[in-house]
């Protein structure tokens, strides 16, 4: 086969692109090594920034979003019984949308299958070549047959693990990174939230965070140890922990019930750099990775699709390779951002092993200036809603 993009991975950061490539008549193929109920499956975060939502909008799938997702204008933040709210409207005039990344991906999937573009599921050994020549393509296998795919350009959106920022010779990238000592436990129940917003907790015990999906089916974590296993955990154990580590009038109101989905999630920040090698363009987890705590994974995707995007669409209109010559300039400037935000939220909210006395002081302080700080507190907001394009 032949194409104008490959697109390796078909998450919501490739199956975005290659919506938004659709919508100026550009073609694509995605290549995914899961199923479709696969990549369904995977529970994620669901606080959307506004320049997600627009993103959304500019490839055709937000109906559903504007439909089904929920506006919040700000959030809590916990110490100990203090609480206190940072107004995300009055400090930036901008709220977020509390909308399930798998929700996000099921609409791009629908609309990907409506202009019947093509999705390789099942794929096995997948290999870049030529990135950094005029003719690069990817091999692969399909129910074991071998199939080779030329293009022009290869988006890399597939995470982590996958084939693409390894495909980038040693002696170019640079990666720098942070591991977490700690994890979260995440539990998904079918019970109202405990809050119509989100609760962030620094407690003695460690960090919590009560999140939801909708107003029937809500999103608890609970900070944990690296050694610890979903099993080890029952249910009772998950709710009596959390209950210990939010505000006794929340804990009161936190009703309870069996969870549907139980998972740990490991912490770490991690950046490679450049995230461009040739005609390769790393997208996503590909690159960076986020803890959690801030919920800029998803949407640090975002601003990397919105910048390939628009490089590829002005090299396919007008000639111009300005776009794509910066791509990496320009999403490494916002993800280095995004990566400061969600290490300095994580270290003022959660409990360190090698903390001392001193330390767990500065945390207090921090929060206690951030919740008497309107300067603070607007600079929290306008990281929180999404820093520009």
Known sequence: MKTQVAIIGGGPSGLLLAQLLHRHNIESVVLERKTKDYVL??????????????????AGCADRLHSEGYEHDGTLLSYGDEMFRIDFTEHTGT??????????TRDLYAAREKAGGLIEFNVDDVVIHGADSDAPYVTYRVDGEDRRLDCDFIAGCDGFHGVSRQTIPLD????????????????LSET??????LIYANSPRGFALCSMRNENLSRYYIQCSLSDKPEDWTDEAFWQE????IPADQAARLVTGPS?????????????????????????????IVPPTGAKGLNTAASDVHYLYHGLTDYYARGSTEGIDRYSEKALARVWK???FSWWFSSMMHRYPDQSEFDLKMQVADLEFLRSNKAAQKAMAENYVGLPY
């Open 192 to 197: 109202p939230p405990v809050n119509h917003e």
């Open 172 to 187: 170019v990238r640079r990666e720098y990174e942070k591991v977490y000592p700690f994890g979260w436990l995440g539990i």
């Open 95 to 104: 709220p977020v949308i509390v909308y399930g990344q798998t929700e996000v």
């Open 338 to 340: 995004a990566e400061r």
């Open 260 to 288: 549907i989905e139980k998972s740990i999630a490991p912490l770490r920040s991690f950046v490679t750099e450049p995230m461009r090698w040739g005609r390769l363009f790393l997208c996503g987890d590909a690159a960076h």
């Open 242 to 245: 959390l209950k210990r580590r």
């Open 41 to 58: 499956s995977r529970i994620r975060a669901g606080v959307l920034e506004q320049g997600l939502v627009k993103l959304m909008e500019e």
